[in-house]
């Protein structure tokens, strides 16, 4: 069935520190694939998303290449600071369905000054 | 820009009342949405609507019902509250392309059954 794949639960890094989130993801088609990101006290707003296979997105420094090879989707940013602490969520739209997302279990980002 | 207003934002009763949720969107989105979001299981779909008086089950339905009473307004109801469905509940709006759909989200509403 379709499913969007998050193994790192928390993720705890110093300032300046390289990030890697994992995602993976599982339907048949060309989903468009999406991260999006919680601060506390506020709902999911849209970091970044990804249409066409191949293709990377990119935003406020962080950036997913869409690979279909693999079916992952994961994010990265070079140097992190203490405001991108944050919940971030990979998701997918269903092919045959763009309406519906599914989101994957999130994963808590802190990081320390 | 537009806002998603949710109203209560912590909602309060007892097991087995019936309690209701409010969403209201000024984007002039088409289509609306209600998320379940519990600690480390993420955002799961409870219902959308794609239009006024459209409804659509998503994978967390039972227990719930909706309705999509005009294009800006989309409420939830817990038909009787348990203590194990204490979450937050997010409600979102997004306008349908050919990229897919980026939502918009609620602040969220968080239920607290006594």
């Known amino acids: 069935g379709d499913s969007v794949i998050q193994m790192q639960g928390q993720v705890t890094l110093s300032e300046n520190d390289f990030l890697f989130i994992n995602c993976t993801y599982s339907t048949t088609g060309y989903p468009t694939l999406f991260w999006y990101v919680q601060y506390s006290g506020e709902g999911p707003q849209l970091l970044l998303q990804v249409t066409t296979a191949n293709n990377k997105g990119s935003s406020r420094g962080f950036e997913a290449t869409y690979d279909k090879g693999t079916t992952s989707f994961h994010l990265q940013k070079t140097s992190v600071q203490e405001i991108d602490s944050a919940v971030y969520y990979c998701a997918m739209s269903i092919t045959g369905n763009t309406r519906k997302l599914i989101f994957g279990l999130g994963t808590t980002l802190q990081v320390q000054p | 820009g537009g806002i998603i207003t949710q109203t209560p934002k912590f909602l309060i009763g007892q097991e087995g009342q019936k309690l209701t949720l409010k969403c209201q969107q000024n984007f002039n989105h088409d289509t609306m949405y209600w998320y379940r979001q519990d600690s480390g299981k993420g955002l799961r779909l409870i219902y959308y609507s794609i239009t006024e008086n459209d409804l659509q089950k998503g994978d967390l339905s039972e227990g719930y019902d909706a309705s999509r009473e005009k294009k800006s307004s989309f409420s939830l109801t817990v038909t009787s509250a348990q203590k194990n469905e204490m979450a937050v509940f997010l409600c979102?709006?997004?306008?349908?392309?050919?990229?897919?759909?980026?939502?918009?989200f609620g602040e969220g509403s968080r239920l607290i059954v006594v």
């Open positions: 979102a709006s997004s306008i349908a392309n050919r990229a897919g759909n980026t939502l918009y």
